[in-house]
């Protein structure tokens, strides 16, 4: 074999080596991709399986109670291919919520047999319905939280508005008003509440007139009733500390009151206003007649002239000269 030949075979085999490993992974990854697909598409069969049970069993059950369903026959048996397929082989899926849905199958089953059971019998199926109704309303929860939660457990499940969940029933013909006697919807939302799912707001535990109540005294004015507000409620502790502390009076030391008594009498009160108020009058009277006043001084009184003279005339000699005073 020449060279060229050699190297001809050689890249041959090199090529389809490398094609036929690339059509094997393209085949592994073509039959994971598929076998992937077809989880998906059984596990949103299951979904779809437990929904048309449910409408079929709600439509039985309506005719039931308004009397265009009184034979068993009627009563079609309740099957679930879809959810046994997904039972029997190993999947990606929740195995919990999968084992959820099947024992809502089984209650739904148990119970359309007692309903079967009283239909034929001819006797009140008054009881088997209700129970009957609970299955339902429980069943729809479950959907929910398959279809919108991947199966996750109601404590597990994400934080959702209570209105997403009637929308999502609105979306699906589970109208209020198919059961009658109650609201399908509302009590969906309040089965998944006690399931323990956290849905917002939470709902009311008081009426408007309920809560207005406890902030207002309704009846302090028949003609108004929030108008008035109630007392604010006196704390237990602090009425019985009020009750129970006297009031502290400041101490008197009766020796030292004694002696302030006996001291009081002898202390005269200093006029210290009356002065000033009686010398007003007088000052008035002064200013009032000052010609009165000039009129009656008094007249010089005589004195003896020979004793002050000498010294005067003593005094007014000049000074002579040469004399040393």
């Given at each position: ?84 397929g997904l039972l029997s082989r190993p ?235």
């Open positions: 074999m020449s060279d060229a030949t050699f190297q001809t075979f050689l890249t041959s085999g090199l090529f389809v080596l490398t094609a036929s490993i690339g059509y094997l992974a393209w085949s592994a990854w073509r039959w994971l991709d598929r076998a992937r697909d077809m989880e998906k598409s059984a596990l949103a069969g299951a979904g779809f399986e437990l929904r048309m049970n449910l409408m079929r069993m709600i439509k039985e059950l309506a005719g039931v109670a308004d009397g265009s369903v009184q034979s068993e026959i009627q009563l079609v048996p309740v099957v679930h291919p879809q959810l046994d999947n990606e899926a929740d195995r919990e919520s999968l084992t959820m849905m099947r024992g809502n199958y089984n209650e739904l089953g148990a119970h359309k047999q007692t309903l079967r059971a009283a239909l034929a019998g001819q006797g009140d199926v008054t009881a088997a319905a209700n129970v009957s109704v609970d299955a339902v309303i429980g069943s729809i929860a479950t959907l929910y939280l398959w279809e919108e939660h991947k199966g996750a457990p109601p404590k597990q499940a994400s934080s959702t508005r209570s209105w997403h969940v009637r929308d999502w029933m609105k979306a699906n013909d589970f109208r209020s008003d198919l059961l009658p006697g109650l609201h399908l919807r509302d009590q969906v939302v309040d089965r998944l509440r006690l399931l323990g799912m956290t849905l917002t707001p939470k709902p009311l535990t008081h009426t408007a007139s309920e809560f207005y109540a406890m902030q207002y005294d309704r009846k302090a004015d028949p003609n108004a009733p929030f108008w008035k507000r109630k007392k604010k409620p006196v704390i237990a502790d602090e009425a019985d500390s009020a009750e129970v502390e006297p009031e502290i009076e400041p101490e008197v030391d009766v020796a030292a009151e004694t002696e302030v008594e006996a001291i009081e009498p002898a202390e005269e009160p200093a006029p210290a206003a009356e002065p000033e108020v009686q010398a007003e009058p007088e000052l008035e009277a002064d200013t009032a007649a000052p010609e009165e006043s000039v009129a009656a001084e008094p007249e010089p009184l005589d004195t003896d002239v020979s004793d002050t003279e000498p010294e005067q005339a003593a005094d007014d000699k000049p000074p002579t000269p040469g004399v040393v005073h």
